[in-house]
């Protein structure tokens, strides 16, 4: 379990980072990058992994790294495919904490063992999320409770980082009462505990089956008081209604993908596509600005925390009306040229 001297100094952190994420609109605040691609498992729903790809070489992450903290990046989480797989992750973890910024994982959980867990302690990780979708495994997934509950005991016994749980409902999962089963059981464990909404398999806004929306409030109140705070959104998504919202991908939240280019998150992959090498303020700047047209049906819950800080500054515009203005920015540029 966190030591209560590292759970004050990561909150006294967490303030000042959102403090500066408060008073300036122009770092980012969370990037996820990817050291792998590989994955240990094939989730049914998953279109995040491979089978076959290698790590990226530790010098290669290092220099991501380096120029993410040079953009003024808070907070790195280290994600994939499973990144429990990297042979060098300690090293990349360790270097974000070098850089000065918090270091979180997201993780299957399969490969926790004491060892592993206390090289992760001396390395300096900060925050773990570990996704769990149900209790027995099935076709769909192995994320399941009964085949982590060993290795969620030797977190519980040896790390020192927080960890979270996170379990989700809807999107047709079979049992929805295990998401608070779930819950129940990272809380008795002294993690924190999340849950998310997930459209249906079609990626359709429908609202969830009053059983399910029952479960969802129960699993609400056994969890983190301040992400459920923070994620009203998720009220509207149970509905089945869109939600209005800036979502500031590409600038304060980026992915950052095995072949080291940014997009806007792990759905909409392609866009903008650019080296993170070459990554500009410009870049970031057009990015902040640009009105996403997935919001209203988003459920990328790190995404929505991230777009709070600015939510009620700075109206976007859509990508059309942006690339217009910049073509008549051009264009006016060229008669002045021209005269
Ligand atoms: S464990 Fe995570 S990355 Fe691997 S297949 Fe499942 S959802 Fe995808
Ligand atoms: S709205 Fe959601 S899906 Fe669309 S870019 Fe933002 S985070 Fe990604």
């Given at each position: 379990m966190i030591k209560k001297s590292t759970f004050l100094k990561l909150k006294l952190r967490e303030a000042s980072f959102i403090t500066r994420g408060l008073l300036s609109?122009?770092?980012?605040?969370?990037a996820h990058l990817i050291p792998m691609r590989r994955c240990n498992l094939a989730?049914?729903?998953?279109n995040e992994y491979d089978h076959s790809s290698s790590p990226i070489p530790l010098?290669?992450?290092?220099?991501r790294i380096d120029k993410l903290a040079s953009l003024g990046t808070s907070i790195i989480t280290i994600s994939g495919g499973e990144p429990m797989m990297h042979p060098e992750l300690d090293e990349v973890i360790r270097h974000i904490r070098v850089c000065g910024m918090i270091a979180g994982?997201?993780?299957?959980?399969?490969?926790?063992?004491?060892?592993r867990i206390r090289r992760l302690n001396q390395a300096g990780l900060e925050y773990l999320q570990i996704s769990i979708d149900n209790v027995e495994p099935d076709e769909v997934s192995r994320k399941s409770l009964r085949v982590?509950?060993?290795?969620?005991?030797?977190?519980?016994?040896?790390?020192?980082?927080h960890i979270n749980i996170n379990s989700v409902i809807g999107g047709g999962i079979k049992n929805p009462q295990d998401a608070l089963v779930v819950a129940k059981r990272a809380v008795e464990l002294g993690f924190s505990s999340t849950v998310g909404v997930i459209h249906d398999g079609d990626g359709t806004l429908k609202p969830l089956s009053p059983k399910e929306k029952e479960i969802f409030q129960q699993v609400k109140k056994v969890g983190n008081k301040d992400h459920?705070?923070?994620?009203?959104?998720?009220?509207?998504?149970?509905?089945?209604?869109?939600?209005?919202?800036?979502?500031?991908?590409?600038?304060?939240?980026?992915?950052?993908?095995?072949?080291?280019?940014?997009?806007?998150?792990?759905?909409?992959?392609?866009?903008p596509g650019i080296p993170l090498a070459e990554y500009s303020m410009d870049d970031f700047d057009r990015e902040y600005n640009t009105e996403k047209w997935?919001?209203?049906?988003?459920t990328l819950q790190c995404v929505h925390q991230v777009g709070i800080l600015d939510n009620w500054?700075?109206?976007?515009?859509?990508?059309?009306?942006?690339?217009?203005e910049q073509e008549q920015k051009e264009k006016l540029g060229q008669m002045v040229g021209a005269d």
């Open positions: 609109s122009r770092h980012p605040v969370l989730c049914g729903y998953c010098d290669v992450m290092k220099a994982l997201i993780s299957n959980g399969y490969y926790f063992t004491p060892d982590l509950e060993k290795k969620l005991r030797y977190l519980a016994e040896h790390a020192d980082f459920a705070r923070l994620n009203w959104f998720q009220d509207s998504i149970a509905e089945g209604k869109p939600y209005n919202w800036r979502c500031r991908a590409g600038a304060r939240y980026l992915y950052i993908c095995e072949e080291g280019l940014v997009h806007w998150c792990s759905q909409q992959r392609g866009y997935c919001a209203p049906t988003c500054r700075d109206p976007q515009k859509s990508a059309a009306q942006i690339a217009k």
